[in-house]
């Protein structure tokens, strides 16, 4: 028997289904094991030495390949062509050599697709493990490790609430951050623009100013009203005819096919998915055998898959779409070795694979693969120059027309931030001499733009650029951003949250060389230079943590009130920007005579007023220079009149809140985001401190209800057990009737989860079984059933897309296949495990079960 291993169920399915009877697919579900999260799993001084811990969740899969594999005359190692896919395998090797079930025949196979043919290829031509692939994997896994686990200490330590940093991840913020620190900085400009309204043979056109009293006008130049005002009249006085017509013709190419970072910005821009979204779905089509694997660097395709591609042009179009040389593209990657194919379908002759949006993914990798073979689009520019006369004014109309579209009829490529395209408007056929009758004149007044924030496309586009990171890294880096709340997501553009842009400034002032561009990206081509086995990965990483380690040191030595002073300063242009009043941005607008400063608290830093006890004014560290207001301190709203106590209002790290009192003891409660401001007395605050509020005894179960504000919102409370509350009024307004209704209907609630499943979905009786086709969702995922034949839907195929069509055609495929593997021989094993032990001893027929059911 051949043991094949790879890393998902899925990918194990399809494979099984190309092999023989002699081959045995087992997943491993990605990655087997990891460095532990604690100090000492990388050893410096011991050549970089690391501790692997196999993953908690994987004992009982390894178990099983374990087993396995003590069975097996061949071990093959199928994971993915990239340096991860080595490094599972690496591990998975490693482990069964542990355990002394290694093999004595181990072989790596790579393929590209899931097909058939790829497949076989692959097993007919094995090789070794690659160990600079697997070299480059722990030099990388062992830097992440000594940044995240040497920094993070210090970060918590000398920086509340900053949660961790990472080497590529701080990089990426740092962009985020950069680029909001120049927008803030942006001081818009005003500018005037002028266009003339033409017509000629019933077409209209515009033309827009280019000369004005002799001189050239650019973009910028004319920045007052007056002199758009001028030059508006200068060209409504004006008889403009046309003084020269250029044509000139231009050639379009398509883009190349798809790489991990193209996709990844296409997929944002055309589908509004995130990267993350991409790859999931991208995953999804290539363990369905959809397409090409989606995690790569490289630009080229197979030469049968060109020749493929042609083929489908030609099919689809006339010749001429089809260039009458196969087209060549040439990676850019810097690395070889991880350069695979690029991203395109596995079968060209195929359209449409999936539904939802694996369908929509899957046409936009079909599209993009075509185009890259097609013939290039021929276009023609039209530049015409419309004169007064005197030759001191002249307008400027500019189009261009389609003559063929080749690759354009297909598949355009987007842009990021593109706007208006004077280029792309159609002009009427014109001849020197000719005079276009003018219909009228625009004056447009305008601002200049500042940058746009990033989106997800044009961060990818940026950092690959830079050389930051790796393409198949870039989804989850800017997850982590997200998850840690650094940044925040509006309008599908990164904003940085406060931590943030402290996080970055901390590092850019303590630790300046690493979140440097040039620097990071130096430091991945050394990495890349690993798995090209150019360099040796422990020399890599000395060199890198001989700096490194010493520096984090120094920071460790000082005080946290030294580093809030330092970053007090380093961020003062942006904490306290120039009011350009002359008046002192520092001062502080509470009591007019203290300076404002950044101060650290735990829960993070916030601005203070110098004069404190006696000036209570903070305010968040958050947009520049405060406005976003500030609190002068407690305020006080009354007294209670049972205990004379103050009762005061205050804001807090989780929002503003009430308090009673004075001291650790004093009573609390959270003012609710449901109450307004001018409902909000001390009659209400009154009430809030005074929860939970007794409602009645239950009825039946003779048993008190509660109702109060909780962390999750108002509640009602019947022995131990919870309901909702729709809002903060209804607490002190719901009677005994209303609760113990809302109390029954909680409990009805919470005992759906045993009741009979519903299906998503029904679709009618099957054509040959007549059973009530259904889908519904299952312990692996939805399937559809005819009550006979339960068939599993491909990952990319999204449930609510199903149609009648493929619903029949998913059951009649796994009604073809017959009943899975093993299950008639499991009830015979089954009946003769229990009809052993009755007869020898009875009494202890039930002590096996029990035990059996134990261990599942």
């Not at 405060?626 to 305020?635: F, L, N, Q, R």
């Not at 804001?651 to 609710?672: C, T």
């Amino acid at each position: 028997m051949q043991l094949v291993i790879v890393e998902s169920p899925a990918k194990a399915k399809t494979i099984e289904k190309y092999l023989g009877r002699d081959f045995k697919v087992l997943a491993s579900y990605g990655h087997v094991r990891d460095l532990p999260p604690k100090d000492g799993s990388v050893d410096p001084d011991d050549g970089f030495a690391m501790q692997w811990q196999l993953y908690p969740d994987k004992t009982k899969r390894m178990k099983e390949i374990q087993d396995a594999a003590k069975g097996a005359d061949r071990l093959i190692l199928a994971t993915d062509p990239d340096r991860e896919g080595e490094a599972i395998s690496w591990h998975v090797q490693e482990l069964l050599r542990s355990k002394k079930a290694l093999p004595a025949a181990v072989d790596r196979v790579t393929f590209n697709a899931i097909t058939k043919d790829a497949v076989l290829t692959a097993m007919a031509n094995p090789r070794a493990l690659d160990d600079d692939l697997i070299d480059a994997y722990r030099a990388r896994r062992a830097l992440d490790y000594l940044v995240g686990f040497t920094l993070s200490p210090v970060l918590w330590r000398k920086l509340p609430g900053a949660k961790s940093a990472g080497r590529v991840q701080s990089v990426s913020l740092r962009l985020i951050v950069e680029r909001e620190r120049e927008i803030e900085a942006f001081v818009a400009l005003q500018y005037w623009s002028i266009t003339g309204l033409f017509e000629m043979a019933g077409t209209p056109f515009k033309a827009r100013l280019a000369r004005w009293r002799g001189d050239k006008i650019e973009r910028l130049t004319i920045t007052s009203e007056a002199d758009a005002r001028a030059a508006e009249a200068d060209v409504k006085a004006g008889h403009f005819t046309v003084e020269t017509v250029e044509t000139k013709p231009l050639t379009r190419n398509p883009p190349p096919p798809f790489t991990t970072s193209t996709l990844q910005q296409e997929a944002a821009r055309k589908l509004g998915f995130s990267a993350s979204h991409t790859m999931r779905i991208a995953q999804g089509l290539y363990e369905d055998g959809a397409i090409t694997y989606m995690r790569t660097d490289g630009v080229q395709m197979d030469g049968s898959a060109i020749s493929a591609a042609r083929k489908a042009i030609a099919t689809r179009y006339d010749g001429g779409y089809v260039p009458d040389q196969p087209r060549q593209y040439q990676t850019k990657a810097k690395n070889a070795q991880e350069a695979h194919e690029a991203i395109r379908p596995t079968d060209f002759s195929k359209d449409k694979a999936g539904s939802g949006d694996h369908g929509r993914l899957y046409e936009l990798i079909w599209k993009r693969a075509m185009a890259s073979q097609m013939a290039s689009a021929r276009l023609e520019r039209t530049s015409i120059d419309l004169s007064d006369g005197t030759g001191k004014t002249m307008l400027r109309a500019t189009g261009q027309v389609i003559k063929f579209p080749g690759f354009l009829a297909l598949y355009d490529e987007s842009r990021d931030d593109a706007g208006d395209d004077d280029d792309a408007r159609l002009l009427p056929a014109m001849a020197k001499g000719d005079a276009p009758a003018k219909t009228g004149v625009e004056v447009e007044s305008h601002e200049t733009q500042p940058p746009p924030r990033y989106s997800e496309a044009s961060l990818v586009k940026k950092m690959e650029e830079l050389g930051i990171g790796r393409p198949s890294t870039y989804a989850s880096i800017l997850q982590v951003l997200k998850d840690r709340a650094y940044v925040t997501v509006e309008k599908n553009r990164f904003m940085p949250e406060e931590s943030g842009r402290l996080l970055t400034a901390f590092l850019e002032r303590y630790f300046t060389r690493y979140v440097e561009y040039d620097y990071t990206a130096g430091l991945e081509e050394e990495l890349d230079d690993v798995s090209g086995g150019r360099a040796q990965w422990q020399a890599v990483l000395d060199a890198f943590w001989r700096d490194f380690k010493p520096r984090t040191g120094e920071v460790m030595e000082l005080k946290p009130s030294e580093i809030t002073a330092a970053l007090d300063e380093f961020l003062g242009p942006y904490l306290f920007p120039d009011k350009g009043d002359g008046s002192d941005p520092r001062l502080c607008p509470n009591c007019g005579t203290g300076k404002l400063a950044l101060r650290g608290g735990k829960f993070g830093p916030f601005i203070a007023c110098s004069n404190y006890p006696d000036c209570k004014f903070t305010r968040k560290f958050a947009q520049p220079g405060g406005s976003d207001g500030g609190d002068t301190g407690p305020e006080t709203m009354g007294n209670d009149p049972d205990s004379g106590l103050e009762v005061t209002k205050r804001s807090g790290r989780f929002g503003p809140y009430i308090q009673l009192g004075d001291g650790k003891e004093a009573k609390r409660s959270s003012i609710p985001k449901d109450i307004s401001g001018e409902d909000f007395d001390l009659d209400y605050a009154l009430r809030l401190l005074s929860l939970p509020r007794e409602v009645g005894t239950h009825p039946e179960s003779g048993k008190v209800i509660m109702a109060g504000l909780g962390r999750y919102g108002p509640y009602l409370l019947h022995d131990g057990k919870y309901a909702k509350l729709t809002g903060t009024t209804e607490i002190f307004d719901i009677g005994m009737n209303a609760a113990v209704v809302r109390i029954a209907e909680a409990a009805n609630g919470g005992g759906r989860g045993r009741t009979k499943a519903e299906p998503l979905n029904t679709f009618g009786p099957h054509p040959t079984s007549g059973g009530e086709m259904k889908l519904m969702e299952g312990r692996f995922g939805p399937y559809v059933t005819d009550g006979t034949t339960n068939a599993t839907l491909p990952k990319s195929m999204e449930p609510a897309a199903l149609t009648l069509e493929e619903a029949i055609a998913l059951i009649d495929a796994r009604a073809a296949k017959g009943p899975a593997k093993g299950k008639k021989k499991a009830a015979p094993k089954k009946a003769a495990a229990k009809k052993a032990p009755a007869k020898k001893a009875p009494a202890k027929k039930k002590a096996p079960a029990k035990k059996a059911a134990a261990e599942e």
